[in-house]
Nanobody, 117 residues
Framework: QVQLVESGGGLVQAGGSLRLSCAAS????????MGWYRQAPGKQRELVAR???????IYADSVKGRFTISRDNAMNTAYLQMNSLNPADTAVYYC???????????WGSGTQVTVSS
């Protein structure tokens, strides 16, 4: 089993920045992919960004150029640097982890990000 704990959420004004962290513990040797999702009120959970063990990344179109996903494999931690935030980015952000075959086996409990206008 793998446990994921997110941190770094909070309230920020439009145009500001936040950095989310996701610390993995447990059977971390099984993790190849780590990702960030978000879910706004009344909306479906959506993929924000994903990163492989070798650093290959993908991003949702809505965050390209503003968000950067990274990971520290030695620390089993993934990060999401979020810049130029706007109210549409307000959501609960969830960390996920898994394998190449099933990228989202494990989930964190989420961290709230609120962007005020």
């Amino acid at each position: 089993q793998v446990q994921l704990v997110e941190s770094g959420g909070g309230l920020v004004q439009a145009g500001g920045s936040l950095r989310l962290s996701c610390a993995a513990s447990g059977s971390t040797a099984s993790i190849t992919i780590m990702g960030w999702y978000r879910q706004a009120p009344g909306k479906q959970r959506e993929l924000v960004a994903r990163i492989s063990a070798n650093g290959r990344t993908i991003y949702a179109d809505s965050v390209k150029g503003r968000f950067t996903i990274s990971r520290d494999n030695a620390m089993n931690t993934a990060y999401l640097q979020m810049n130029s935030l706007n109210p549409a980015d307000t959501a609960v952000y969830y960390c996920s982890a898994g394998s190449l075959v099933v990228p989202d086996v494990y989930w964190g409990s989420g961290t709230q990000v609120t962007v005020s206008s």
